[in-house]
């Protein structure tokens, strides 16, 4: 099964509405990291939580990392347009060699 | 922070042809550089972990003869795809990582090959 599991795989939301992408691991992590891209352009980093119950925000977007360091959740408030893009979560843990990634979140804001 | 470039942004080859693609660390030492590879609407792959001075560690499935990679210094990767075919079109992605203790990768802003 997959080591990093990602939900859902595609969401379209109407511009204004909340959103949440969760992020499970197999395994307990060391760091759970969020990244933002649009195909055919490079990761933009989003947020490094480390510890259990961490939770950060930047501008409308929050990510938090549950307490056994296993599942992480990353909120939208007030979607707008420019928050659409795939965003992928990345695990790095004693059960991973590398940074693993999950397959990614696809999400659509529509006007 | 940490800076990544790579180069070219993009590409153009006829089959048969080989093309390399360069992922420099602008600002810091990179011990090691990872390349990835993405498919349209997918996540990234691993292609191969590269430290610098040692060979490559490809991942299962990946080809090392076609996949060239030159880790000659601490700032500077390269990956070379020798004899592109069609199917090798696709988004290269070089991350960086150098800083000790913290795994955190900095990313290139990747290369678009099209094979022609």
């Known amino acids: 099964s997959q080591e990093l599991e990602q939900s859902p795989q595609s969401l379209i939301v109407q511009e204004g509405k909340n959103l949440t992408i969760n992020c499970t691991s197999s395994?307990?992590?060391?760091?759970l990291y969020w990244y933002k891209q649009k195909y055919g352009e490079g990761l933009i980093f989003l947020m490094m939580?480390?510890?259990?119950?961490e939770e950060k925000s930047h501008e409308k977007i929050t990510a938090k990392l549950d307490e056994k360091k296993q599942q992480s959740s990353l909120h939208i408030t007030a979607s707008q347009p420019s928050h659409a893009g795939i965003y992928l979560c990345?695990?790095?843990?004693?059960?991973?060699?590398?940074?693993?990634f999950g397959k990614g979140t696809m999400l659509l804001v529509s006007p | 922070g940490a800076v990544v470039s790579q180069h070219p942004s993009w590409v153009i080859c006829k089959s048969g042809t080989s093309v390399k693609i360069e992922c420099r660390s602008l600002?810091?030492?990179?011990?090691?550089m990872f390349w990835y590879r993405q498919f349209p609407k997918q996540s990234l792959m691993l292609m191969a972990t590269?430290?610098?001075?040692?060979?490559?560690?490809?991942e299962q499935g990946v080809e090392k003869d076609k996949f060239l990679i030159n880790h000659a210094s601490l700032t500077l990767s390269t990956l070379t795809v020798t004899s592109a075919h069609p199917e090798d079109s696709s988004f290269y992605i070089c991350?960086?990582?150098?800083?000790?203790?913290?795994?955190?990768?900095?990313f290139g802003p990747g290369t678009r090959l099209t094979v022609l």
């Open positions: 395994k307990t992590l060391y760091g």
């Open positions: 990345g695990a790095d843990g004693p059960g991973y060699s590398t940074l693993t």
């Open positions: 590269s430290n610098e001075g040692s060979k490559a560690t490809y």
């Open positions: 939580l480390q510890k259990g119950g």
């Open positions: 600002d810091f030492q990179a011990t090691t």
């Open positions: 991350s960086a990582n150098g800083l000790a203790g913290y795994n955190e990768q900095f």
